[in-house]
């Protein structure tokens, strides 16, 4: 006579654990199997949205509203209008509008006129003033080009030195203005030491400055004229005033960062002796066309370093300042 099998089941663990035991009447045969879901009976789930957090705003958000903090942000430079942007949430998106950069563009293309800035917008950058001012090439009014140059010369021969060398250090120095006009001085000084004097200069012309500015600002500082088309730049000056000698450059802008606009590299540097001492016209700028007639080029070579931009907040503290005996070759990049 066949007897029934009969199965007893066996809960181990506490109420939910999904542990069960299976046994047989002889009571062999166990088997033990972990079901997790078991572990979720009885659990209560939290669903639906959470209540947002309230940010409190700061002292300087509740006494400033937004129409006040936009009025203040437009007295600030390109740089500094970017710089308040990561300040907080509401100097990001009161610092975004698109009054404030279109006003910083008119200021940094101001050789074209507002129909030409306004036409580019709309056609190449999708009316982003901010996009225009990143991507679109500009000098920079806020600070001073630098080129940093070394060579070696050989020095007098002693009784102790037969073969004497020396590591020989000069600086070259460019401050832009928006009227067209830059300043420029080659000085063994360092940059700590000089841009003074070429904020001095710039105001002698204007007629500012007092008469002891003026006095200190003839000293080795050399006004003349630029013009920008695109990437190029193209400089133009006279040593002295009836000079018939007239040095002309022509540079290339390019940006280490997007928006950045800080390394002027040079191309070409010809100086121009002409008979009649009379100036080459600005469309004849570029170094590598014809002056005139009667104008003797000479190619130079030396001090072709590019040209690094340091900002006013960094006249005193920029590594081009150090001496040769702490850095003897500076790698702009």
Same mark, same amino acid.
């Given at each position: 006579? *066949? ?57 300087? !958000? ?6 006040? @903090? ?63 001012? @990143? ?16 060579? @070696? ?18 600086? #070259? ?9 830059? *300043?420029? #001085?080659?000085?063994? !000084?360092? @940059? ?19 008469? *002891?500015?003026?006095?200190? *600002? ?6 003349? #004229?630029?013009?920008? !088309? ?15 000698? !007239? ?87």
């Amino acid at each position: 006579m *066949a007897t029934a099998a009969v199965l007893s089941v066996t809960h181990t663990g506490g109420e939910g654990s999904g542990t069960s035991a299976y046994s047989n009447a002889s009571g062999h045969g166990w088997l033990e199997c972990y079901r997790p879901w078991m572990a979720m009976y009885g659990v209560r789930l939290q669903h639906g949205a959470q209540k947002a957090k309230q940010v409190e705003l700061s002292l300087i !958000e509740k006494l400033l509203p937004e129409e006040m @903090l936009l009025y203040v942000l437009q007295f600030l430079p390109i740089h500094g209008l970017a710089a308040a942007q990561i300040v907080c949430r509401q100097w990001r998106s009161v610092g975004g509008s698109p009054s404030l950069w279109r006003a910083a563009c008119m200021d940094a293309f101001f050789t074209s006129t507002v129909e030409q800035n306004e036409d580019l917008v709309r056609r190449q950058y999708r009316g982003c003033w901010k996009r225009m001012l @990143l991507e679109r090439p500009h000098l920079r009014f806020d600070g001073v080009y630098v080129s940093r140059n070394t060579y @070696l010369r050989q020095g007098i021969v002693e009784w102790k030195v037969k073969n004497a060398v020396h590591l020989v250090l000069y600086y #070259r120095y460019m401050r832009f203005y928006p009227d067209g006009t830059f *300043a420029y #001085r080659t000085s063994p !000084e360092p @940059l700590a030491r000089v841009h003074r004097s070429l904020a001095q200069a710039y105001a002698a012309r204007r007629g500012g400055g007092g008469a *002891a500015a003026r006095r200190d *600002a003839a000293v080795d500082v050399y006004l003349g #004229r630029f013009k920008q !088309e695109g990437e190029r730049v193209f400089t133009a000056l006279r040593y002295l005033a009836h000079s018939a000698t !007239e040095i002309r450059s022509r540079l290339r802008l390019r940006s280490t960062v997007p928006g950045a606009n800080n390394r002027l590299d040079i191309q070409a540097i010809v100086s121009w002796d002409r008979a009649d001492g009379q100036a080459v016209p600005m469309m004849d700028l570029q170094p590598d066309e014809e002056a005139a007639e009667g104008a003797n080029e000479q190619q130079h070579r030396r001090g072709m370093q590019p040209f690094v931009f340091v900002p006013f907040e960094q006249f005193n503290c920029h590594a081009i300042n150090l001496p040769i005996s702490e850095m003897d070759v500076f790698l702009p990049g």
